[in-house]
């Protein structure tokens, strides 16, 4: 079973800029969650996707943005990016979301200049 | 708010050796709890979790021990590898997953 696909694996964006991640689950996982993880301030929860509908939402602000199509597969933008929103973007599936566990995929390293 | 404290930030164990990280949280809501092992460059990998009805789960070399009342569960990992270096991150789940800040283990041969 193919695990967690992220694309791309690597970004460079310039401040102002938008930019938009896009994440593969595993097939038949109908949740999908996103983290950032930043040195300073570890993993931090994003928003989390269950057929098609947000069904959670970490503290962020409205520039983060997802969503999730029919097939589960999800892509998350950040807008107006800012120098701080340089990180790792993690995605995570699982069957049911709240009480399956959880598989990650590799992660989008996204870089802010 | 810091919801699960971990601790140590880092650790150095010889091979052959037990590592021991410990984390605590606030929310009695939780109700799941999973480690994840991260080697750089990649994302977290489950690795072992337990549920609040349980005291202690193993897994081979890798045991989760849970203490309800003092809100408060480690890793223990029997004789460790170098292969088991990477940093370590507990978690605690309500709805969401809430991260420790991670342990980086280093296990000298």
């Known amino acids: 079973k193919a695990g967690v696909t992220q694309t791309p694996r690597y970004l460079i964006k310039t401040r102002g800029q938008q930019v938009t991640l896009s994440c593969s689950p595993i097939?038949?996982?109908?949740?999908v969650s996103w983290y950032q993880q930043t040195p300073g301030q570890g993993l931090q929860f994003l928003f989390e996707?269950?057929?098609?509908?947000?069904?959670n939402k970490g503290n962020f602000p409205g520039r983060f943005s997802g969503r999730q199509f029919s097939n589960s597969r999800s892509e998350m933008n950040v807008s107006t990016l800012e120098l701080g929103d340089s990180a790792l973007y993690l995605c995570?599936?699982?069957?049911?979301?709240?009480?399956?566990?959880?598989?990650f995929g590799q992660g989008t390293r996204l870089t802010v200049v | 708010q810091q919801q699960v404290k971990q601790s140590p930030q880092s650790l150095i164990v010889q091979k052959g050796g037990i590592s021991i990280i410990n984390c605590a949280y606030e929310?009695?809501?939780?109700?799941?709890f999973p480690w994840y092992q991260q080697f750089p460059g990649k994302g977290p990998a489950l690795l072992i979790a337990?549920?609040?009805?349980?005291s202690e789960k193993k897994e081979g070399r890798f045991t989760i021990s849970f203490n309800k009342s003092a809100k408060q569960f480690s890793l223990h990992i029997m004789d460790s590898q170098p292969g088991d270096s990477a940093t370590y991150f507990c978690?605690?789940?309500?709805?969401?997953?809430?991260f420790g800040k991670g342990t980086m283990l280093l296990v000298s041969p």
């Open positions: 995570a599936s699982s069957y049911q979301g709240e009480h399956t566990e959880a598989f």
């Open positions: 097939s038949g996982h109908r949740s």
């Open positions: 996707y269950f057929s098609e509908t947000q069904r």
């Open positions: 929310n009695t809501a939780f109700d799941y």
């Open positions: 337990i549920r609040p009805d349980v």
């Open positions: 978690a605690a789940k309500r709805s969401t997953l809430t």
